[in-house]
């Protein structure tokens, strides 16, 4: 899409910045336009010093200048170079943030907006499909994960910047602290929130799990229409909060019991494979209108992650039948579950883009069911659990082994911090001692595997980030 400019009035950018003109207010036009990379800045945008981590966008100031900027939003005043003009706040990127804000109140069309601890990504990427089928489109969706502030702002600032200005918006949003939603959800003003679940990821950065639910909950404090994950202890705990606004709860199989009737429902269950029966009860009715059709893609978690999709095109006021009919066309994002052939007839199912053990669990039964001469599941560890993180790597290796008592799996290889603690519990499971390999490197598992696949085979590459297991992938390829 080709973008124009976008024209947010000063008064209420100051207002919700907070903002301090310098050296007047009169230095500025009436309206602003934004941008926070001097790299593609265009003569008389305002440039915003964005600062993180790993860097500082005060560095660059100057050189916003001499790309023809108008001006800098700033936290030092002493950043602005001699003669030109600045907005002076306590913190860029939540300036940035509120500016976002000034544009979601000018933006008419409407907005879903989708957190959880896992299933957010392939949740948004199923719900961008679905509504575009649904005549929900032009759709604009978060690009790969860019779900913290910034990316959040970009996508607001984006809607109303671009050509073909989008009739729905999707936005993905992520929490590492306490409170971290409700303050995204202040500036994009979500007509529905789907909220995936929430299980245990990232619990290193919250006090407490009772404290992350909160936080996630946080996604209906401006009042959204709720989507709901059926299965999801949290949010059945606060349901009652939110019947007034006739709720979704979303089913990978067919509930045993019809939750308040004040709720409505979608359930995806499996029916056959490659073959899905999907159902919708709207809220206060009794009546369910069930489809069946292809679904290309494996696994419980996986349906659950469409029938929130497909609450989230209800909600929406899209059409249905269209979505429904729409669900065979329907692919992973990448890194997701990808199934790859290796040359030597055997194949690799890649799903490292992320875990957690919910989604580690997931992925297990999954694969557990798949279709090959020997399973092998290679399983790094998980990041940012916590206090709990070595017993909730036991709950994991526990499963895995039960898989393998139960001859679904046929070996374990782990790895990474919590490898120890895998193990253990995979024993526990009852998997056989000699069934289960400790590998010290991503090096040490590709010469492992390279030694003991086989035509036919099939391997799970599981982990965390940080843990590179894509280069597993590569050495395999290689």
């Given at each position: ?32 336009d ?9 003569p ?8 993180g ?22 936290v ?15 913190d ?13 109140e ?11 601890s ?24 978060t ?21 073909m ?23 994009a ?8 679940g929430?299980g245990?990821?990232?619990l290193?950065?919250?006090p ?37 606004r ?9 509930p ?13 269950s ?10 919708y ?44 009919a ?16 290796l ?11 992320n875990?957690?053990?919910s ?23 998980m990041?940012?659990?916590g206090p ?18 139960r001859?679904?799996?046929?070996a ?15 024993i526990a ?12 490197s ?13 035509p ?23």
């Amino acid at each position: 899409m080709s973008e124009g400019r976008i024209a947010l009035p000063l008064d209420r950018v100051l207002a919700l910045t907070h903002g301090r003109c310098v050296p007047s207010r009169s230095a500025f036009a009436a309206t602003v336009d934004l941008s926070t990379d001097t790299r593609c800045i265009r003569p008389g945008q305002i440039y915003v010093a964005l600062s993180g981590e790993r860097f500082d966008g005060h560095a660059f100031v100057e050189q916003a200048r001499a790309h023809g900027a108008a001006g800098a939003v700033v936290v030092r005043e002493a950043a602005l170079p001699s003669n030109f003009p600045g907005i002076v706040v306590a913190d860029t990127t939540q300036a940035y943030l509120a500016c976002a804000q000034a544009a979601r109140e000018l933006y008419t069309g409407q907005v879903a907006a989708i957190t959880g601890s896992v299933g957010k990504t392939t949740t948004k990427a199923f719900c961008a499909a679905l509504c575009e089928a649904a005549s929900l489109g032009p759709v604009l969706a978060t690009p790969a994960n860019e779900n913290n502030e910034i990316g959040v702002g970009h996508l607001l600032l984006r809607a109303l910047r671009d050509a073909m200005t989008p009739r729905t918006l999707i936005v993905e949003m992520g929490a590492r602290h306490s409170g971290e939603i409700e303050v995204l959800c202040r500036a994009a003003r979500p007509t529905v929130g789907i909220l995936t679940g929430v299980g245990e990821s990232h619990l290193e950065n919250f006090p407490s799990l009772e404290s992350l639910e909160e936080t996630k909950w946080g996604l209906f404090a401006t009042g959204a229409r709720p989507v709901l994950s059926g299965s999801d202890r949290a949010s059945l705990a606060r349901l009652s909060r939110v019947l007034d606004r006739a709720p979704l709860l979303c089913y990978a199989e067919a509930p045993v019991q019809r939750s308040d009737p004040r709720a409505g429902e979608v359930c995806v269950s499996a029916a056959g494979e490659g073959i899905v029966e999907a159902s919708y009860r709207a809220p206060g009715t009794a009546e369910s209108h069930t489809y069946r059709t292809a679904f290309p893609i494996p696994g419980a978690h996986h349906r659950l992650d469409v029938a929130l999709a497909l609450g989230a095109v209800a909600a929406l006021g899209g059409n249905l039948d269209h979505a429904i009919a729409a669900l065979g066309t329907l692919s992973l994002p990448e890194g997701r579950y990808q199934a790859i052939e290796l040359p030597n007839g055997a194949n690799v199912v890649y799903d490292a883009y992320n875990a957690a053990p919910s989604s580690t669990e997931a992925a297990l039964q999954t694969f557990a069911a798949r279709r090959a001469r020997r399973r092998i599941a290679v399983l790094a560890s998980m990041a940012e659990l916590g206090p709990d993180a070595e017993e909730l790597h036991r709950r994991v290796g526990a499963c895995a082994g039960a898989l393998t008592r139960r001859r679904m799996l046929d070996a374990l290889l782990v790895g990474g911090e919590f490898s120890g603690a895998l193990e253990e519990g995979a024993i526990a499971g009852g998997a056989p001692r000699a069934s289960i390999t400790r590998f010290a490197s991503n090096a040490d598992a590709t010469e492992w595997l390279r030694g003991h696949l086989h035509p036919g085979d099939a391997v799970l590459l599981k982990g965390s980030r940080r843990y590179k297991m894509e280069e597993i992938l590569e050495g395999l390829r290689r």
